[in-house]
């Protein structure tokens, strides 16, 4: 047993699911699911393109800030540089304040310029805080500006901050000569801010500066540097996080705000430049094109959704209603049609539908045809009737018309109780129904308990005398046996047949829901009125019938008989014993009592 099988068997099918549900799920699905991954894959790209994009602007923005940084150390490092290019000697000591007057008037940012001599003795000070100082004499020589300028060449001391505001820092620079002494100037840093305020990012972006400890020494914000090392723990942070990274890194900025920040070195002073912007600004463009891509989404998801109920209801539609014309053919109602316009292969399934209960509908007329010609004709003879319609209509033929009746009924019928009549009746049509079927004539109906057959009508045969002869006699013998058992059971039942041949009319009679085939004309009373003149197991035929007969079956003549509706006597003759071996009944007494009737 498969298990669709077992499962119809068991009641227990699985629960039915909407065909329209499954398209539409399909359907939206397929067409929601590739735009969001599209927008999602779109939004990815851009936000990698945009984050690459801002890191290349913040690293221009700060190696410009740092290469400016640098062009102003170097400018006050050539200059230092220009001081101390000659060997110290006596005498030197005007021109050498005049030189250091000179540089301070062309740097601002110096605030002070020491010149000493070989030994690192100091020889010249100038100042713009305080007085000029000439020939002093102090040892410098270990001073730590001293050491590293004859070291390096070049020195950049730390930041500084005096009365912990203004950020100061030294430079030192040694001359190439080891008689030329070296040059240290006190640098005030606070117009690196002029560099720094410069640089713009965006609209709200900016760039500062720290130093290696975290100590700001240039920001937009001017107060925040003159505040010193207050602010320092807050902006070596932002130093580290930046410096961290190896691109741009969203952190938390000085005000408190996610930026994206990068950060680069100034090589000489050992400086970092921090180049700032704001996280929502900087990232405002990918922002816009999520909310854009988020449109698009909504707007294509209500488009999905209005065609995936059309598409589903236009597939699930059409195969909703061939599931209701098959329940209609189902129940019989072959005059359903489906009317699908699709253009496709649902269209073509629709037209093969509608073909399909055309020809369930003609096939269905045509068995009940079928099933009414067997009720007077035999299956194989209603069978070629049905396929020949001109055989039904009416016509004018020769015939042989058998009647048949039983002797004797109106008495038992009135002496038993009905179901032993309908017992009787059974049996009786029964046997009449089988022998008919046998010679394949056609039985016009039955009457009570008379029968009427009809040989070579609707469908000729070659010898329609004999053959309504020998019917006759089987007929006779079957009913015979049988009233041999009804009388065994006390009921006094005979059978008489009488049969005639001549040109009757032949056709169906009715109205629409009810037609009967049957024929008329003299001949038909004719053999109606032999059967009555029948005697129990009495079989007589009309002239015609015994003249075409005479050569094949044994006949007896009876002479002349006056027959109701005949204006002469008419030669009857019947059929002799020898081709009707009856056998009488063995008890009880049979009767004529069947009065004559007109057909």
Request: a neutral charge.
């Amino acid at each position: 047993m498969t298990d669709g099988a077992a499962q119809s068997s068991s009641g227990t099918m699985p629960p039915r699911r909407s065909l329209f549900c499954k398209y539409f799920a399909t359907l939206f699905v397929a067409a929601v699911v590739p735009l969001i991954l599209g927008a999602a894959v779109e939004a990815s790209f851009g936000y990698r393109d945009q984050r690459r994009q801002i890191s290349a602007v913040l690293q221009a923005d700060a190696r410009a800030a740092s290469d400016r940084i640098e062009a102003f150390t170097d400018g006050i490092r050539d200059q230092l540089g220009w001081m101390v290019q000659l060997p110290w000697s006596a005498g030197d000591d005007a021109q050498h304040k005049i030189d250091a007057l000179r540089l301070l008037q062309q740097v601002p940012a110096i605030v002070s310029v020491s010149l000493l001599d070989e030994t690192g003795t100091e020889r010249v000070f100038v100042s713009r805080l305080h007085l000029n100082r000439t020939g002093r004499g102090i040892d410098m020589s270990t001073d730590p500006a001293v050491l590293g300028a004859r070291a390096n060449k070049v020195w950049y001391g730390p930041v500084q901050y005096q009365r912990d505001s203004e950020p100061y820092m030294r430079i030192a620079v040694a001359g190439s000569l080891p008689a030329a002494g070296v040059a240290i100037a006190e640098v005030n840093l606070k117009l690196i801010w002029d560099v720094i305020a410069a640089i713009r990012i965006g609209e709200t972006g900016y760039a500062i500066v720290v130093d290696d400890s975290g100590h700001l020494i240039a920001h937009p914000d001017i107060s925040l540097v003159l505040r010193g090392r207050a602010s320092s723990g807050s902006f070596g942070r932002i130093k580290h996080l930046a410096g961290a990274a190896s691109g741009a890194a969203v952190i938390t900025g000085d005000r408190g705000n996610p930026v994206v920040a990068l950060s680069v070195q100034a090589a000489d002073v050992g400086w970092t430049v921090i180049a700032m912007q704001p996280a929502s600004e900087a990232f405002a463009s990918i922002r816009a094109a999520l909310w854009r891509s988020s449109i698009l989404i909504a707007f294509g998801v209500l488009i999905a959704l209005a065609l995936a109920y059309w598409r589903a209801h236009r597939m699930s539609g059409p195969i909703k209603q061939l599931e209701e014309g098959v329940e209609r053919i189902r129940t019989g109602q072959f005059e359903h049609r489906i009317k699908i316009f699709s253009g496709d292969e649902l269209q073509q399934l629709a037209l093969r539908f509608n073909e399909m209960a055309s020809e369930l509908a003609i096939s269905q007329q045509k068995s009940a045809r079928i099933e009414r010609l067997k009720q007077f004709l035999p299956s194989q003879v209603a069978e070629l009737v049905e396929h020949s319609h001109e055989l039904l209509e009416g016509q004018r033929r020769e015939v042989a018309v058998i009647f048949g009746d039983l002797r004797g009924f109106t008495a038992f019928s009135t002496r038993n109780e009905p179901d032993v009549i309908m017992a009787v009746m059974r049996e009786y049509y029964e046997a009449v129904g089988v022998v008919t079927t046998r010679h394949e004539a056609t039985l016009i109906g039955f009457d009570g308990d008379g029968v009427m057959l009809l040989v070579n009508a609707p469908v000729a045969c070659e010898q329609p005398a004999t053959q309504a002869v020998r019917l006759a006699i089987d007929l006779q013998m079957t009913v015979q046996s049988l009233a041999g058992k009804w009388c065994d059971a006390g009921h006094a039942i005979g059978f008489g047949v009488g049969v005639a041949m001549g040109p009757a009319t032949v056709g169906t009679v009715g109205y629409n829901g009810r037609l009967d085939y049957t024929a008329m004309g003299a001949v038909v009373n004719l053999a109606s009125r032999l059967c009555n003149l029948a005697k129990d197991a009495q079989i007589l035929a009309d002239p015609t019938i015994a003249g075409r007969v005479r050569d094949s079956v044994p006949l007896a003549s009876l002479g002349q008989r006056t027959i109701k509706g005949y204006d002469q006597a008419l030669e009857v003759f019947a059929v002799a014993p020898a081709d009707l071996p009856l056998k009488p009944p063995g008890s009880g007494q049979r009767r004529r009592e069947k009065e004559p009737q007109d057909h």
